[in-house]
Nanobody, 123 residues
Framework: QLQLVESGGGLVQPGGSLTLSCTAS????????IGWFRQAPGKEREGVSC????????NYADSVKGRFTISRDNAKNTVYVQMNSLKPEDTAVYYC????????????????WGKGTLVTVSS
């Protein structure tokens, strides 16, 4: 069964940091670009960041640029997003998704999706 699983979400204070992980089972992440998306309460899902198959190309939404860093370890079949200087407006369910070629990582073109992990930024 082809599956992506996100982990690492939780409650963090404003200004804090979290690292989310996206692990694949049933397939090898090497052949896919991976995107991180998020959906805040009452809002549409939006793209956060995307990383190419080899990790040499990345992009970020303007709202997270300079605060979030996407990376991947293909040997561990895992993609990460390091989130620093978190703000209350970063509160959302975060999803990872896979597409054969990217960046970009268009939401409508992603082939596989995880079920998400909740990040809450609050004091």
């Amino acid at each position: 069964q082809l599956q992506l699983v996100e982990s690492g979400g939780g409650l963090v204070q404003p200004g804090g940091s979290l690292t989310l992980s996206c692990t694949a089972s049933g397939f090898t992440l090497d052949y896919y670009a991976i995107g991180w998306f998020r959906q805040a309460p009452g809002k549409e899902r939006e793209g956060v960041s995307c990383i190419s198959r080899g990790g040499g190309s990345t992009n970020y939404a303007d709202s997270v640029k300079g605060r979030f860093t996407i990376s991947r370890d293909n040997a561990k079949n895992t993609v990460y997003v390091q989130m620093n200087s978190l703000k209350p407006e970063d509160t959302a369910v975060y999803y990872c998704a896979a597409v054969p070629v990217g960046p970009p990582c268009p939401e409508s073109g992603m082939a596989y999706w995880g079920k998400g992990t909740l990040v809450t930024v609050s004091s």
